[in-house]
């Protein structure tokens, strides 16, 4: 059975990678680096092709190519972006922006594999955020198009049971390329990492190994749900 992963050279993409690998499973990986690629590809043995998330048809290819054998049986979509600005700055088109990247080519890639998921009872894992749960300052364009990530988790959960199953991880912030925008200086950090009951930044790898468990035969009776990976934040008050 081979998992394909959206977003494999990012930091939550590459960890759930390693862990796949490292559990003997078979991989098809994609992202826009093609060196990057290359090299988690052969560090990890999986095939791989380069893909643009924005381009469906470089998205069809990939669920084709990662479907070769017949045996697709678990897609993790770990693209996404932080955008960053208050509702007063932004405009229709930087919703749009942040929804297509984040939102509607989520859809795009469920739809695409939804027959061999279907056909293999399959598993696929989105990522949502914190901010969907809790309302944060200039976090408007990425909580509403998080937001629909989540409607979606639950909606495709509906259409696809029994066959396949989908559910969604929220991550509070984490030490990887997208978040280095927040993460710029050790007060900065140390500020954040002071905002969780667990009082750290969190690593990739916490991420990746929900994600692994949630493509597991292990979550087989869990579907349509989000779940929280955020060292506490959003359920849990420390102080006052
Ligand atoms: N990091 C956080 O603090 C945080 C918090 C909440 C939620 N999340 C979510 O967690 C998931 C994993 O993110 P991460 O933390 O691993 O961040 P990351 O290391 O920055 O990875 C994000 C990935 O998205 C890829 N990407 C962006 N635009 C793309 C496009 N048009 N086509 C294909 N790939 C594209 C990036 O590829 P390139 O390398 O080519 O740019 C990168 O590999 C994302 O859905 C993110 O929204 C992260």
Same mark, same amino acid.
């Given at each position: &059975?081979?998992?394909?992963?959206? +977003?494999?050279?990012?930091? *939550? ?121 809790? +309302?944060? &300052? ?34 509070? *912030? ?13 007060? &900065? ?5 002071? &905002? ?29 749900? *989000?779940?929280?990976?955020?060292? +506490? ?8």
């Amino acid at each position: &059975m081979t998992t394909l992963i959206f +977003g494999a050279t990012g930091g *939550v993409g590459s960890a759930l990678a390693r862990r796949l690998c490292e559990a003997g499973e078979s991989l098809f990986l994609t992202g826009r680096d093609e060196e990057a690629l290359s090299t988690l590809a052969e560090e990890t043995g999986a095939r791989s092709t380069t893909c643009d998330v924005l381009d469906t048809g470089e998205i069809e290819a990939a669920v084709e190519a990662a479907n070769a054998d017949g045996d697709l049986s678990g897609l993790v979509f770990a693209v996404g972006s932080i955008d960053l600005a208050p509702l007063r700055k932004t405009d229709r088109d930087s919703f749009h922006k942040v929804f297509d990247l984040n939102a509607a080519s989520a859809a795009e890639a469920l739809r695409l594999a939804e027959k061999p998921l279907k056909e293999n009872r399959g598993a696929a894992v989105l990522f949502s955020t914190v901010a969907v749960q809790q +309302g944060f &300052m200039s976090h408007a364009l990425i909580s509403a198009a998080k937001g629909a990530v989540e409607g979606l988790t639950r909606a495709v959960a509906a259409e696809w049971a029994p066959k396949a199953r989908i559910n969604a991880i929220a991550p509070s *912030v984490l030490d990887t390329g997208i978040a280095q925008k927040v993460l710029t200086s050790e007060k &900065m950090r140390e500020g954040l990492a002071q &905002m969780h009951p667990i009082q750290r930044i969190g690593e990739a790898d916490d991420v990746a190994a929900m994600a692994q468990f949630l493509l597991s035969r292990d979550s087989g009776w869990i579907t349509g749900h *989000v779940f929280p990976v955020d060292g +506490g934040r959003k359920s849990v008050r420390t102080r006052g």
